[in-house]
Structures are given as structure tokens and as C-alpha cells.
């Protein structure tokens, strides 16, 4: 691994930042920050490690982005997509026609998902699948000639895709700008289940749940009451907002409120499903709620290739199917089941059954966490939270009062930018640093993660104290 800051760059290197800037509109781009210094080209993978254009080796610990499940540069897997390409690179789902690897997938995911869950809209991803739920619960609702309950009810700091209806869903402040629109009329946000930063003072995690549903309840009501009110969408454990992991029953409690009053629960496990809590699907098996429709993309294909899924009951099934009214449904997409994605997808399945990563994540899991806590007694740290491979170091200026360093000082990213010389990949979101590595993840890479993580905390500490912004 790296321990030193990464040489000059080559003419090669070169070349590709300078057509990157160029060219490329980047997901999230800085315009000023980014037209100075670029972007880090990765050019190679293996496991859980990347290689830079100039031959700089990381340990990726952000996993791609919360995707990479089975590592990368899997030959299993790219050989069963070669074969899916050769054999049949795309084939149309629209109306009467199929193909193979989306009907076995399909199935796959009917098995998988928990309860009655046996029915799947394919999409190119996590957003559009959000998407997708959002209009195929219009359609349900119209169906059963409920046109009022159309209002959807979300959290501050969930992120759910980047879509116009799922940005609007999403409630992460940093992510609302003036310069984007939102749906801004049937879309509603109440507060995260962040007990470390929302909970009154003095309050108990189960007084804080508490005054979480009720706020919930209250939410319906103020919205005209359940006729109004079509559907709630919740991560199971909340990812780009900041590894969120909800005081114990929370989740079940907000589910019985959606069953008392027939609203839609949706479990956007684009993030969750897949082994990173250590089972295919998180919903039932970790938090014991049962969804109407789970959201999927991700881990689905490990990365591989782009595949979105939302799974949905038998309830919505039974009534927008109906018989002797001759409706049609207009919606989805030119690769919707997509037969080189889906053999993907079930190739990746194949392997993580095989492969037992399930059990490594349930084994090395609690290591990892286990580790990061010992990160509590650097002094810019204010908590360490999250499970299994889903993990997260928020820094704060004051751990006693847990007062944040400025924003425009972007902690996260000076310690990630730490990190990178370090050889190790984070991810920085402002005072955040989350990590959502490969299911490969061993005792070993755990134990250079939080050395190395300790490292580049500990060098900024150094340059914050020099800059005065930080004194011991």
C-alpha cells in the first residue's frame, strides 16, 4: 500500500484529467473546486483494491459506491456476462416479449424478497426504481378510485436517487440547491432517527421514538388524514445521510402506523439489500418489517452493470391486474430487464450463495465496527456508528457539546484527501467519513482500515492546529 503522498503525474495521467474536466459532467461536481484540481482516474480493480492511472494502489473502503458486494475484476462474472452478450445482447420487454435472464431473475427476487413480494419492475437503477414505485403506487391508489391519497411522507437526510420525483423524496439538506426544482406540494419530510444529533436533552432512546411517531401521526394528520396520504419510504438503515441506524424498534413502530392507516411502506433497500446487513433482503430478517414494495439496485449486480428493481406485493398486484376493465400499464423502460444486466444479477447471486459472503459479513462485521470504535479517543471524534459493513465517523470541533467545524473547512474531505495518500479510499460528506466496503472484506483489511483511517485523522489534526482552526 501507499504511505506516501502519490508522485508527479504522467503524461497519461494527465491527459485523461484534462479530458475529464473537459468533457465530463460528474454526479455531484464542485465546479470551482473541480475545475482546479480534477478527478482521480481509477483505471483497475481486484477485490477490494483500485489502481490509479499513475499506479497508486487503495484499499477501496466506500466499495465503488456502496455497490462493489463481491469485489471487483470477479472472472466468474465477466465471463457470464460475455456469454449473455454473445448469446443475446438485448432483447425487448415491452408489451408481449421476454427474455430468459429477466424471467429467472424475476423469480429469483420473488424467493428472495420477504412475504408476498412476488412482483418486480425492472430499472436502470436505484433512482428510476424509486421512480417507478412512486408511479405504479399513483396508479394503484387510481385504480381503487382513491384519487386524494396522493401525499408522501419521507425523512430529512434520506437520499433516495437523484431522479425529479426521487431528489424531491430525498430529504438530505445538502442536497436541496436553488438552483434545482422539487415537488414541493404532496411530498413531505419529519425528522431522521438520528438519536445522537436530534434526540431533546435528557431523552431516552425510547422517549425519542416515541416523540418520532407521533410526529408521524401527526404528519397524517395535518396532510387531511389517511385518505390523503399514499405511501412512506424509508431506508432501513439510512446510507448517504449518514449511516443513520434507528434506535431499536423504531422501524416496526413507523410500519404499524402505515398498516393502521393503509399506507403504502416502502423500503428503498438499494443500499441494504444484497449481504450488506448480512441477508438478501434487510426489511424482515434484521428490522421485522414487511414492505408493500422494497427498492433495489446496487448490490443487485455488485456493480457490474446497471440494474434497478422495485419489488412489489400481491396486495398492488391484485388490484391494478384486474380483469375486465382493460387497462394498460405505460410505464418502464428500453432496458428494463435487461438480459446481459440480469444474468449479471443472477451470476452475482450464484456467487454470493456459493461464496458464503453472508457469513463473512456476520463474522467480520461486528470486527469492523469493533475496530472503528477504538477511533473514539482521537479528539475530533464525535461518534462512530453503523452495522455490519455499513459504517460511519462523523468529526465535530467539540465532542462535549458536539459543535461541527465549519462547513467550508469540509473536514471529511481533508481527511479523506489524508486517506488517499494513505492508500486508503473513504467517503467524504462534509463532517461525515462513511464506508460500505466489499463483502470481502477480511479481519486483515479491517485492521489497515482503522490504522490507516487513525493516520490521516491524526495528520489533520496536525494541519488544523498549524491553520487555527483546531487547538488540544
Known amino acids: 500500500m501507499s504511505t506516501v503522498a502519490q508522485p508527479q503525474q504522467t503524461d497519461y495521467t494527465q491527459d485523461i484529467v484534462e479530458k475529464d474536466k473537459a468533457h465530463f459532467v460528474h454526479p455531484w461536481q464542485l465546479f470551482d473546486v473541480f475545475n482546479e484540481e480534477g478527478a482521480l482516474p481509477i483505471v483497475r480493480g481486484e477485490g477490494c483494491r483500485v489502481w490509479d492511472a499513475d499506479g497508486n494502489e487503495y484499499f477501496d473502503a466506500v466499495g465503488g459506491l456502496w455497490c462493489n458486494n463481491i469485489g471487483l475484476g470477479n472472472k466468474e462474472m465477466a465471463e457470464a456476462i460475455g456469454e449473455q452478450a454473445l448469446k443475446m445482447s438485448f432483447a425487448s420487454t415491452f408489451v408481449d416479449l421476454t427474455n430468459a435472464p429477466a424471467a429467472e431473475l424475476a423469480a429469483k427476487l420473488a424467493e428472495l424478497a420477504p412475504g408476498d413480494l412476488n412482483h418486480v419492475l425492472y430499472t436502470c437503477g436505484g433512482s428510476t426504481a424509486n421512480d417507478a414505485a412512486f408511479r405504479l403506487m399513483h396508479y394503484y391508489n387510481n385504480v381503487r378510485g382513491k384519487h386524494d391519497k396522493k401525499h408522501v411522507i419521507s ?25 434545482f426544482d422539487y415537488i414541493e406540494d404532496t411530498i413531505h419530510h419529519i425528522t431522521d432517527p438520528n438519536y445522537y444529533r436530534k434526540a431533546l436533552p435528557g431523552q431516552t432512546e425510547e422517549e425519542f421514538v416515541d416523540m ?8 397524517i394528520i395535518e396532510l387531511g388524514g389517511a ?3 399514499m405511501a412512506y419510504f424509508a431506508e432501513p438503515v439510512m446510507g448517504a445521510g449518514g449511516v443513520i441506524v434507528a434506535p431499536e424498534g423504531y422501524n416496526r413502530r413507523m410500519w404499524d402506523v402505515c398498516q ?3 399506507i403504502l411502506y416502502v423500503s428503498d433497500e438499494v443500499v441494504t439489500a444484497f449481504g450488506r446487513l448480512g441477508h438478501w433482503f434487510a426489511s424482515k430478517d434484521e428490522f421485522d418489517i414487511q414492505p408493500d ?26 388490484v391494478i391486474s384486474e380483469e375486465g376493465h382493460g387497462r394498460y400499464f405505460p410505464q418502464g423502460f428500453t432496458y428494463s430487464g435487461h438480459p446481459v444486466a440480469c444474468a449479471a444479477a443472477l451470476k452475482n447471486i ?12 456476520k463474522e467480520v462485521g461486528p470486527y469492523f465496527m469493533e475496530q472503528l470504535q477504538t477511533l ?38 481533508r481527511i479523506a484527501n489524508e486517506a488517499d495518500k494513505r492508500g486508503l479510499i473513504v467517503r467524504p460528506i462534509v463532517h461525515l467519513n462513511i464506508m460500505s466496503p466489499p463483502l470481502t ?10 490504522k490507516t483511517l487513525r493516520e490521516s485523522v491524526e495528520a489533520t489534526l496536525v494541519t488544523l492546529e498549524q491553520e487555527g482552526h483546531w487547538a488540544p
Request: charged letters at 30%; one cysteine or more; aromatic letters at 10%.
Open 376 to 413: 473514539m479517543d482521537l479528539p475530533i471524534v464525535g461518534q462512530v456508528r453503523g452495522k455490519q459493513f455499513m459504517a460511519c465517523v462523523e468529526f465535530v470541533k467539540n465532542p462535549e457539546t458536539k459543535e461541527t467545524f465549519d462547513e467550508e473547512l469540509d473536514i471529511g474531505k
Open 441 to 450: 472484506m477480511t479481519r486483515e483489511d479491517v485492521n489497515f482500515v482503522v
Open 293 to 318: 414494495i422494497i427498492i433495489s439496485a446496487k448490490g443487485l449486480t455488485s456493480g457490474y452493470l446497471p440494474l434497478g428493481a422495485a419489488i412489489f406485493s400481491d396486495r398492488i398486484w391484485d
Open 260 to 262: 393502521e392507516h393503509d
Open 227 to 229: 385518505d390523503y396520504v
Open 155 to 179: 425523512r430529512i437526510n434520506s437520499y433516495h436517487g437523484s431522479t425529479y420525483v426521487a431528489m424531491s423524496i430525498g430529504g438530505k439538506p445538502g442536497d436541496r440547491v436553488p438552483e
Open 212 to 219: 418520532l411517531v407521533v410526529e408521524f401521526e401527526d404528519k
Open 350 to 361: 450464484e456467487i454470493m450463495e456459493r461464496d458464503k459472503l453472508f457469513d463473512n459479513v
